[in-house]
C-alpha cells in the first residue's frame, strides 16, 4: 500500500476536563508538525468520544483554516472558569427526587425535561450554549464535500437499549459495520446534540434526547473509538489517550501518601476509579487487539503468502463481521504525567469560594480529604477551569512534541 493510499484517522477518547490533554496535542500537531511536513497534516478520519467527540466535531468544523482552529481551541480551553461551567442543579435533583416518587406511584405531575436534558446534577447551560456557539457544526459537512476529511464519528450510548450507537457523517455510504447487537451506526449529520449527548457522564451531565431516544457518554462501552476508525477503512490510526500507562505516573508520592495507604478510601475516590474502569482502562485491551490481528496476519502471510493468505482469511471474516482484516499502524500518544495528580495539586491550592455551591465544596472536599494519599482522578474529571486546564494543555503539547519524529512518519 502506497503512502498516499493510506488513510489516517484521528482516535480522540473521553475524559472530562481531562480533554484539554488532547487539544494541547492537537494544537501542536496543527502548528508545529506543517513546518517539518511541508504540509497541513491530514486526517481523513476523525473519530471522538465524550469530550473527545466535542474536540472531533471543532477540529472537523475548523480543518479548512488550521491557524484559527489551534488558536481558538487553545483559548476556549484556558479561558473556561470553574463556577461557570460547573454548577450545582438544585431543580435536576428535584427533578430526579420526584422521578423517583413517580416510580413508587405517588400521583404527581410530570414536567418536560429541561432544555432536552434529564438527569445529572450539574447544570449545563453555560456548558451547552458553548458548544452550540462556537462550535460551527455546518462547516463539517461542508468540509467533508470539500475533500478535506472522509469521515467523522462521534459516539454515545442509548440509555434504553445500553447499545453504543455511533453518528457517522460521511462523503460515502456507511460502510458494513458489525452484527454485534450491542453497537450500531447511524448516518447523518453531526449536531450539537450528538456531541453533547456523547459527552454526557452518567449522573455528572443530564443525558440528552436525540431523534426520540436518551443518550448518555458513549465512553461506557467505547471511551476511545479505535473500532469505528477501523471500520470506516483507517489504514493508520493516532491514538491520544487521558490516562498515563503506570499508577502514579512514575512521579514521587503526594504528602502523607505512605501514612494514610491502609485508610479506606473516600467515596470520591472510588468514584474516581470507578470512571477510570469505565472510561479509560479499555484503551491497553483494544490496543492489544489490534496487535494480535496484526501479527496474525504478519505471520500468517509467511506461512501460506501474504496475499492468499489474506484474501482466503478475508472470505471467511467478511461473511461474519461485515468487513475484511487488514494491516493497521497504531501510534499512541499519552499524559507523561498523572492527571489525577494534576489535579489534586491544583485543588489544594483554591479557596473553598472557588467551588461555588455548598454540595460541590462538599463533593471536592470529600475527593481531597485524605490529605493527599490518593490522586484525585473524580476531580481531574470535572475541574472545568482554566487553571487547571491550562496545564493539561501545556502537557499535551509537551509531550506530542517529545514524539515529534514518530508524528512525522505518521503523516509523511
Not at 372 to 389: I, K, M, P, R, V
Request: charged share 25%.
Amino acid at each position: 500500500m502506497s503512502s498516499r493510499s493510506r488513510k489516517r484517522a484521528l482516535v480522540l477518547s473521553g475524559g472530562g476536563a481531562r480533554g484539554a490533554y488532547e487539544a494541547g496535542v492537537m494544537s501542536y500537531l496543527l502548528k508545529e508538525l506543517p513546518g517539518e511536513l511541508g504540509e497541513q497534516p491530514r486526517f481523513d478520519i476523525i473519530c471522538g468520544t465524550s469530550v473527545g467527540a466535542i474536540n472531533a466535531a471543532w477540529v472537523a468544523a475548523t480543518l479548512d483554516e488550521p491557524d484559527r482552529c489551534a488558536r481558538r481551541l487553545e483559548e476556549l480551553w484556558r479561558s473556561l472558569e470553574f463556577n461557570q461551567v460547573v454548577e450545582f442543579s438544585y431543580q435536576e435533583l428535584w427533578r430526579i427526587l420526584r422521578q423517583t416518587l413517580l416510580d413508587y406511584g405517588l400521583r404527581l405531575p410530570r414536567r418536560k425535561p429541561i432544555n432536552g436534558r434529564e438527569g445529572g446534577f450539574v447544570e449545563t447551560s453555560y456548558f451547552d450554549g458553548l458548544i452550540r456557539r462556537e462550535i460551527p457544526f455546518g462547516n463539517i459537512r461542508r468540509n467533508l464535500e470539500a475533500g478535506l476529511l472522509e469521515a467523522i464519528s462521534v459516539s454515545a450510548t442509548n440509555i434504553l437499549s445500553g447499545q453504543t450507537t455511533v453518528f457517522v457523517d460521511s462523503i460515502g455510504e456507511i460502510p458494513p459495520w458489525t452484527r454485534d447487537v450491542r453497537r450500531r451506526a447511524i448516518g447523518g449529520e453531526v449536531t450539537a446534540d450528538k456531541v453533547l449527548a456523547s459527552a454526557a457522564i452518567p449522573v455528572v451531565f443530564p443525558a440528552v434526547a436525540v431523534d426520540g431516544g436518551w443518550y448518555c457518554d458513549g465512553g461506557l462501552r467505547q471511551n476511545t473509538p479505535i473500532s469505528p476508525a477501523l471500520r470506516l477503512g483507517a489504514d493508520r490510526v493516532l491514538v491520544i489517550a487521558l490516562q498515563n500507562r503506570s499508577l502514579g505516573g512514575g512521579e514521587e508520592p503526594m504528602e502523607n501518601e505512605l501514612a494514610c495507604q491502609d485508610n479506606h478510601p473516600t467515596q470520591a475516590f472510588v468514584i474516581g476509579k470507578v470512571l477510570d474502569a469505565l472510561l479509560l482502562d479499555p484503551l491497553d485491551y483494544d490496543l492489544g487487539v489490534l496487535e494480535r490481528v496484526n501479527a496474525i496476519l504478519e505471520y500468517g502471510g509467511e506461512a501460506f503468502g501474504e496475499e492468499n493468505f489474506v484474501d482466503e482469511l478475508n472470505k471467511v471474516i467478511r461473511g461474519h463481521r461485515g468487513q475484511g482484516y487488514r494491516k493497521v499502524e497504531p501510534l499512541l500518544i499519552r499524559p507523561s504525567r498523572d492527571l489525577g495528580r494534576v489535579a489534586a495539586r491544583f485543588a489544594r491550592g483554591q479557596s473553598p469560594r472557588f467551588w461555588g455551591s455548598l454540595p460541590l465544596r462538599f463533593l471536592a472536599g470529600r475527593a481531597l480529604e485524605d490529605g493527599g494519599s490518593h490522586e484525585s482522578d473524580f476531580l481531574s474529571y470535572l475541574l472545568f477551569d482554566g487553571g487547571y486546564t491550562g496545564e493539561l494543555f501545556d502537557l499535551g503539547y509537551r509531550d506530542a512534541e517529545q514524539m515529534r519524529e514518530e508524528l512525522v512518519e505518521f503523516f509523511r
